[in-house]
């Protein structure tokens, strides 16, 4: 029904900068929240950060002033600008959208790794 197709993402040195992109495609009607989170080795999946359809956005305080999110409503599309990387960046990015009928829908995870 509905497929999060994730792209972007892989290997760069710390204070480097990365980006991801999720495209959602299928019966996508009406998307209100899309976000990035995001599970580390051994840590549980956190929330990286989230915008809604009206622009209201949420940023995890530890990566605040470093990460911007965007999102193209015409390509229901969400886009995470990462920038000033840290080691502890290092993780499986997912997306994730919540339609406006309460269904919320995971992409398949993207690899971020952040070393020299």
């Known amino acids: 029904q509905v497929q999060l197709v994730e792209s972007g993402g892989g290997l760069v040195q710390p204070g480097g900068s990365l980006s991801v992109s999720c495209a959602a495609s299928?019966?996508?009607?009406?998307?209100?929240?899309m976000g990035w989170y995001r599970q580390a080795p051994g840590k549980q999946r956190e929330l990286v950060a989230t915008?809604?359809?009206?622009?209201?956005?949420n940023y995890a305080d530890s990566i605040e002033g470093r990460f911007t999110i965007s999102r193209d409503n015409a390509k229901n599309t969400v886009y995470l600008q990462m920038n000033s990387l840290k080691p502890e960046d290092t993780a499986v990015y997912y997306c994730?959208?919540?339609?406006?009928?309460?269904?919320?829908?995971w992409g398949q995870g993207i690899q971020v790794t952040v070393s020299s």
């Open positions: 299928g019966r996508v009607f009406n998307i209100n929240i």
């Open positions: 915008i809604s359809n009206s622009g209201s956005i």
């Open positions: 994730n959208i919540w339609m406006a009928g309460g269904d919320t829908y």
